[in-house]
């Protein structure tokens, strides 16, 4: 037996259900702050990741899939979404467009050589959305704002916005030079790893996983302290701007992130749920001002982030919400052979209405049938034959009373989503009183 090759997975069908609806969620989301889809390809010249993502970093270092195809180009399997995004915005010079800024999101596979862990993969999903063209913070807050948007609209509690700046370039070069003069006496204090990226990827150690609280690193100058007044300017509308739009946030002034491009603004959002285990971070992102031009295209500022969507769905179990309900809505028992057409006509109308519906197709008996219908869940179950054809009625059973009626099949596609209405709501304190079903969720 071949096995899959090791941090992949397949995506089941029992499975493949919620992620239709994370990426239903996305294009809804997407579409009310008016993000349009790009898809870029999956492989690129190796050079763009080298030059775009960074040298340095420990996604160009360690975690490409590189390889050379047959005419002997050095490809790579894309190891996240904005490189490409900036790439094709330059090769199809997107950036002339006279609808700035481009608003454009991305959903798709990505592949890193990591450790395989929960939460972590080789190939993995990433849903991404960029901002590019404006120079302005309340891009930044729009872009975090569209963030946050999707994790309110998947139901998702619990998520901290974790928020800090780094400047623009000068203010990031010079804070650099600030932060080597006070880690140069000190580094081996800090742990292996910090002390290789300390040599080729100074602000990386501030935000070392395994040295949180050492106080070489609690007492480091941070990036935030060391801007100019433009920056600092700019970072307080960043502020400013989420404080309208309510969205809650906590200035982290560790929080550098693992890509070289960024400037200004930085962003990440964590969610602490049991189901996600060590892997807390959802997703970040921040603004990217020199990427554009590093990779070859014009001054174009950006800002942007990435989710991770297996993280969003296992983030989803933790609040129940990640058992998708497929259950049948109703399954249909037709005795005899005069009832039988005149069931899927009714399947038929109940479908198109948006109901999801089965009967047996197996011709087994009464009780089989029966069986069926628990075995798919259904909410109700219909049942005809020959009396109820003769009389326009249908006998529908509720599943979870018991209760049994008679009512005129014309009427059956409503009363279920009176039912279903009826069922459907209950108050869980997160609607903040929008529903508009009277309830007290204030
Ligand atoms: P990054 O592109 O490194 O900023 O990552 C953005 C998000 O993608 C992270 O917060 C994770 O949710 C997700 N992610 C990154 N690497 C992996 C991986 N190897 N497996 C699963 N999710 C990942």
Known sequence: MIAKVKGTQDILPAESGRWQDLERVIANVSAIYNFKEIRTPMFEASELYHRGVGETTDIVKKETYDFADRGERMLTLRPEGTAGVVRAVIENKLYADPSLPLKYYYVGPMFRYERPQKGRQRQFHQFGGEALGSLLPETDAEVIAYAVTTLRALRLPNVKVKLNSLGATASKLQ????????????????????QARFRENPLRVLDCKFDRENPILVNAPKPLDDLNEADALHFAKVKGYLDAMHIDYVVDKSLVRGLDYYTHTVFELEADLPSLGAQATLGGGG?????????????????????????????????????????????VIALGDVAKPKAMELMTGLRHGGLIVDADFMDRPLKGQFKQA?????????ILGETEVASGTVNVKNAATGVQETIPAANLYHYLIEAFRAMEHHCDGSCDGSCGDGCDCQ
């Open 175 to 194: 804070y650099r030079d600030r932060l080597i003069g006070y880690l140069e006496p000190v580094v081996a204090g800090l742990c292996p790893d910090c």
């Open 374 to 382: 628990e075995r798919l869940g259904a909410a109700f179950t219909v």
């Open 287 to 331: 603004r990217y001002n020199d990427l554009v031009e590093s990779l070859d295209g014009p001054a174009f500022p950006a800002v942007g982030f990435a989710f991770g969507m297996e993280r969003l769905l296992l983030a989803l179990e933790s609040v129940d919400q990640g058992k998708r309900d497929e259950s049948v809505h109703c399954f």
